[in-house]
Each structure stands twice: as C-alpha cells, then as structure tokens.
C-alpha cells in the first residue's frame, strides 16, 4: 500500500469524491471533506486487508466510504488495487448497538496497516466533530467483504 493514502485515487478522482461528500453536506469546509475521505481510505484498505474481522467506520467516515461508492468505477479500480472488493452492507444507526471494542479495533487495523488514524473523526455516536448526511454505520458480522464468514473477534448473530 501507498506510504500516502491518497496516492490510491488520482487527483481527479480525489476532486470528484471530495465534492460528492460536499454535495451531499452543505456548509462542510473542503478541508473536512478531505479528512473524510482520507478515513474513508483508510477504512477500505483496512477491510480489504481484513477480511476475517468485524470493521466499522464512524458515520463522518462512512459517509466517505459512501462518496467513494457512489463512484463506481473510481471504487471498483480501488477495490481491485487492495485486493478485493470491500462491500458496504447498511445498518441505520442506532447508539445502543455501538461497539467502542470494534471501533478501536478498526483503528488499530488502520494503524498497523501503515496509517495515521484521524482520531477526530473515528467519534462514537454523538461525539462526532462533524454532522454529515451519512444515515448508517457498519457491516455485518462476517466482515465487509464476505458476509458468510464468521467473525473472530465478534460472534454471529
């Protein structure tokens, strides 16, 4: 992987995705919107790299991960450069099923992948630095990836 995260999109692509999160969040400063796709990155190398283990991004990073989605192509051809397609499974929110274990656990995974955790904007629910669109929170157990594997830090439902 890339010692920079962002060295996975091309400028363009970067532009495009950045402005899709601005779109879809009116008064964000593009400096966030930057920040919130570098995460949503990070979140995405560390599925693909992960795929035994139950990840969850914040909502600021899963709206993103959903910015990043919505360009296909742009997210195919990143997918492929991690190795594998990282499938986003959607959950409305809901504070009582946050797991701060799991979140810690995707940031250490993004850690030992070689990047530096934003940590301002890996909040638990209502503690976010930012209010984005994004209205759901994670994946499955069984991973992003394949969601008929067992999880081995989380038991399946």
């Keep these: 992987m890339p010692a920079n995260i962002r060295d996975l999109l091309t400028p363009a692509a970067a532009d495009a995705v950045r402005a899709t999160i601005l779109d879809n969040n009116p008064g ?3 400096r966030i919107a930057g920040r919130v796709l570098d995460e949503a990155l990070k979140f995405v190398a560390a599925c693909a790299t ?3 283990q139950y ?3 914040s909502r600021a990073v899963d709206e993103g991960w959903h910015a990043l989605i919505l360009h296909t192509a742009v997210y ?6 991690l190795g594998g ?7 409305r929110p809901d504070p009582s099923r946050h797991d701060p274990e799991v979140m810690d656990n995707t940031v250490a995974l993004i850690a ?3 990047y530096t955790p934003d940590g301002d904007l890996w909040g638990a629910p209502g ?10 929170v994670h994946s499955p157990c069984g991973g992003p990836i394949d969601p008929e594997k067992v999880c081995a830090n989380k038991p399946r439902d």
């Design 28 to 30: 964000m400063s593009q």
């Design 50 to 52: 992960n795929h035994d």
């Design 55 to 57: 990840l969850q991004p």
């Design 76 to 81: 195919a051809a990143l997918c492929d450069r």
């Design 85 to 91: 397609f990282v499938h986003h499974f959607p959950e």
């Design 112 to 114: 030992q992948a070689g």
């Design 127 to 136: 503690r976010e630095l930012v209010t984005v669109a994004a209205n759901c």
